[in-house]
Every structure is written in structure tokens, then in C-alpha cells.
């Protein structure tokens, strides 16, 4: 099992910045693929960004406004948003696998609680 605890998150303006932390603990002796997810009301859950090593990958509506790293020694995610708009608005969530590349969220068994993320103009 992996648990995985989510922080950061909050209320900002347009253009502003959050950065989402995602640490994971239980069994995670092998690397993992996180991937944060959102969701906004009456919308699908999205894949947003997936880190795996080396391996990186943005959805479109992000690229160049979003950056996902991993620090190995803390075992944790982070979600760096900049230059936020109100289409961010969403529940943010963040999801791990023990396999890489994984991007369907319906592969993922590992999820957090989810942080609301909020964008004012």
C-alpha cells in the first residue's frame, strides 16, 4: 500500500502562483510514477503533469506555466503553478504508480485527498 498526503494549494489572483506538495509513504521502495490530476465542477478529472525520473509530460493546457519535480529524499512530488488563470480552478489531486508512463487515470490506484485550488480574476 501507498498513502499519499497532499499540501499547499489555496486562493489566489489571477497570475499568481501555488506550488502543491505531494508526499508519499508506506510501500515505496521502487521509484513511482506521479501524476497530478484535476477536476473541476462538471468536468472530467485531467491528467495535468506526470513525473517518472527523468521522464516529464504536461498537458497542453499547462505546458510552460507548470513544473513537476521529485525529490528522492523526501519521496515527495511538487506541483510548482505559475501564471495561474481562473480555468485552473479545480480539485487538484495527486496519484502514484509503481509503473512508468502511466497517464489514464483509471491505472491509478494510489490517490491523495485532493487540495482545492482557486484562481480569481
Known amino acids: 500500500q501507498i498513502q499519499l498526503v497532499e499540501s499547499g494549494g489555496g486562493s489566489v489572483r489571477t497570475g499568481g502562483s501555488l506550488r502543491l506538495s505531494c508526499t508519499a509513504s508506506?510501500?515505496?521502495?521502487?521509484?513511482?510514477?506521479f501524476t497530478w490530476f484535476r477536476q473541476a465542477p462538471g468536468r472530467e478529472r485531467e491528467g495535468v503533469a506526470t513525473i517518472y525520473g527523468s521522464i516529464i509530460r504536461y498537458s497542453d493546457s499547462v505546458k510552460g506555466r507548470f513544473t513537476i519535480s521529485h525529490s528522492s529524499a523526501n519521496n515527495t512530488a511538487y506541483l510548482q503553478m505559475n501564471s495561474l488563470k481562473p480555468e485552473d480552478t479545480a480539485m487538484y489531486y495527486c496519484a502514484a504508480h509503481k509503473d512508468s508512463g502511466v497517464w489514464d487515470r483509471a491505472e491509478y490506484k494510489y490517490w491523495g485527498q485532493g487540495i482545492q485550488v482557486a484562481v480569481s480574476s
Open positions: 508506506g510501500n515505496t521502495a521502487r521509484r513511482l510514477t
